[in-house]
């Protein structure tokens, strides 16, 4: 088992606001002048692959994923509904 990543709160902040702004982005109707919501998420996008914390040469590649899923809202997975059920 891998141990835990650790991510700076800075970070987790940042991705947060790529996923909120994603999301704004997709539902959002055609020609719904997506030209801010766009070039928000292009900053977003430099600010998290520039952090500091990705250094490291194969960081990316090694924490983005876990660093997306520690960004989503906690929801409780299928087990935990059975087993309050």
Known sequence: MRPPFRFPEDLITLQKAWQQTYAELAQAP???????????LIALSGT????????????????????????RPH?????????TA
């Open 30 to 40: 055609a020609g719904a002048g997506t030209t801010a919501l766009r070039r928000r």
């Open 48 to 71: 998290l692959c520039t952090h500091p914390h990705w250094a490291a040469p194969t960081a990316w590649r090694a924490g983005g994923v876990e660093l997306r899923r520690a960004a």
């Open 75 to 83: 929801i409780s997975a299928p087990a935990d509904r059975e087993a």
